[in-house]
């Protein structure tokens, strides 16, 4: 069957304000070096009041994974919620910009758009405080189901699970997707996340048909110690796991079978966010573009390794050029 869109992705929407800041910036606002903390509204538009030149591009972990899909050429839809100010209109312009479909409505009133302040420091340290503010609002009314059923595949943000509403929100798109015959794929997103919600994540499993989980979500998500040990847990599933374990590479494991993938060669360590982002990006193009496991494994590892050479969680290159260049497109 033919969609309009390869992919619907559905998350938290997250404008990052990035600015390059000096070591004393951090001691005078007490914010905790390398670190994500969550803050409140006043203090999230504190810190970037107080910061000097900025750079603000939209983010939150699926609207990444979506920017990296777009990147590679695939077609892509974006769900989250940003209020109607100045920074909700900047999250909009950037997914545009990205060559993402994005028109989820945006709220009056209510708590701002989501900001996520980083700073820079001279030793290319990223801070981050964050504030989730709209996006949290996410509510089965902005749930466009049509834009669900002309996709092959939705994906969704395990973070969206915090807020209730949200997660009505994603438990609708599944339904919609399962009546649509749109497949479901679901991002565990953090350890801590599944410490919170693992039963309910592992009774919904039976819905999803591909999870993506590094090895120690993957653990939590199976209750195991060892990797060989989640490899007959994810083997026994009706689904398609999509395994990290970062200098170990990477497995896919879908019923009986299970494909072992290197890690990129030669990559230089910058920053490991967003390389889950961009993994799910590379491994989501190669499904719906019939490239199979392995490859699909192997496109996803190069996307990783693209995003963790550099600071920041989205390409900095043209992804479809790189996969051109390494013959995997």
């Not at 990205?98 to 409505?105: I, L």
């Not at 996709?151 to 395990?158: K, M, Q, R, V």
Request: net charge negative; aromatic share 8%.
């Amino acid at each position: 069957m033919a969609h309009t869109f390869d992919v619907a992705g559905l998350g938290n929407a997250i404008v990052d304000v990035l600015a390059p800041v000096s070591e004393q910036f951090l001691l005078d606002h007490s914010i905790a070096k390398g670190a994500m903390t969550l803050v409140d509204e006043h203090r999230a538009t504190t810190l970037h009041a107080a910061l000097g030149e900025t750079v603000e591009v939209a983010g939150g972990s699926a609207a990444n994974t979506m920017a990296g899909f777009a990147s590679l050429g695939g077609k892509g839809v974006y769900l989250g919620k940003v209020k109607q100010d100045r920074l909700g209109e900047a999250f909009r312009a950037s997914m545009k910009d990205t060559g993402v479909h994005y028109t989820t409505g945006m709220a009056k009133d209510g708590p701002s758009t989501a900001l996520c302040v980083i700073a820079v420091t001279p030793d290319e340290q990223r801070s981050m405080s964050t504030y989730l503010g709209a996006a949290r609002e996410f509510s089965e009314a902005d749930v466009n189901a049509d834009e669900i059923a002309a996709s092959a595949i939705l994906y969704i943000e395990g973070y969206m699970w915090d807020a209730p509403s949200a997660k009505a929100a994603c438990i609708k798109a599944m339904d919609v997707a399962h009546k649509a015959g749109t497949k479901v794929a679901f991002t565990m997103s953090d350890p801590f996340l599944i410490g919170r919600y693992g039963d309910e994540f592992r009774a919904m499993m039976p819905k999803l048909d591909i999870v993506f989980a590094n090895e120690e979500e993957a653990k939590a998500l199976f209750e195991v110690d060892a990797f060989d040990d989640i490899l007959q847990k994810a083997r026994g599933w009706n689904g398609i796991a999509a395994l990290t374990r970062s200098e170990k590479g990477c497995v896919i494991a879908s019923k009986g079978e299970v494909h072992v993938i290197d890690a990129w060669p030669g990559v230089r360590v910058r920053d490991t966010t967003g390389a889950g982002d961009q993994f799910a990006a590379g491994f989501l193009y190669g499904l719906t573009h019939d490239m199979g496991y392995a490859r699909s494994g192997r496109l996803a590892g190069l996307c990783a390794a693209e995003v963790i050479s550099h600071y920041g969680a989205r390409p900095e290159v043209n992804l479809r050029k790189l996969a051109a260049d390494n013959a995997l497109i």
